[in-house]
Nanobody, 124 residues
Framework: QVHLVESGGGLVQGGGSLRLSCAASARTFSNYAMGWFRQAPGKEREFVAT????????YYADSVKGRFTVSRDNAKNTMYLQMNSLKPEDTAVYYCAARASPMSSMTIAQYDYWGQGTQVTVSS
């Protein structure tokens, strides 16, 4: 079992920045690929970013590419999402997820554990 806790969400003006953190309880955090997803009101949950077990391979949704950066610190059992140049359309609940595989994935169904989410609101 892996317990995930997100933090760092909040209200920010358009063009601003936030850094989300995802703390994991996993005994061997490096056994898991990790991902960020988000869900806006009335919309389906969507992929944002993913990293493989080491952090060497990362992938992003087109909508956030060049603005968001995913990283991880295996010594601290933590994954991060640095979000810059935020837009109102980035407003959503952001979830971190862990996959019981070292390989990253953009597919929601391939993740085994989920956090409770953190709200990000970007004002115009």
């Amino acid at each position: 079992q892996v317990h995930l806790v997100e933090s760092g969400g909040g209200l920010v003006q358009g063009g601003g920045s936030l850094r989300l953190s995802c703390a994991a309880s996993a005994r061997t955090f490096s056994n898991y690929a990790m991902g960020w997803f988000r869900q806006a009101p009335g919309k389906e949950r969507e992929f944002v970013a993913t990293t493989n077990w080491s952090g060497a391979r990362t992938y992003y949704a087109d909508s956030v590419k060049g603005r968001f950066t995913v990283s991880r610190d295996n010594a601290k059992n933590t994954m991060y999402l640095q979000m810059n140049s935020l837009k109102p359309e980035d407003t959503a609940v952001y979830y971190c997820a862990a996959r019981a595989s070292p390989m990253s994935s953009m597919t929601i169904a391939q993740y085994d554990y989920w956090g409770q989410g953190t709200q990000v609101t970007v004002s115009s």
